[in-house]
């Protein structure tokens, strides 16, 4: 079965909710029934399917957010928060 596709917002419109220096705040929800990412009130939300194991779920963040961004994962770092679902991501 195929998967639908995720709910992904423009680029412009996530670049916007990120500080001066390029830092973007993210509500993380690992283990959703869908992928997507959504902005409430200047917060990033992302959902994603993968369990936070073993970092399955940060590596499928920065997959998610490259990819709405249209950049590259390796492109993006995780500054703080490997452990926690409330992460700050630096934008390149």
Known sequence: MARPKADLPAAEAIRACADGEGRLALRVTPGAKSEGISIEKGRVLVKVRAKPQDGAANDAVLALLAKALGTAPS????LRG???R?????LD
């Not at 409330?86 to 630096?90: G, R």
């Open 82 to 84: 490997a452990t926690s």
């Open 75 to 78: 492109r993006l770092h995780l």
């Open 86 to 90: 409330e992460k700050l991501v630096q």
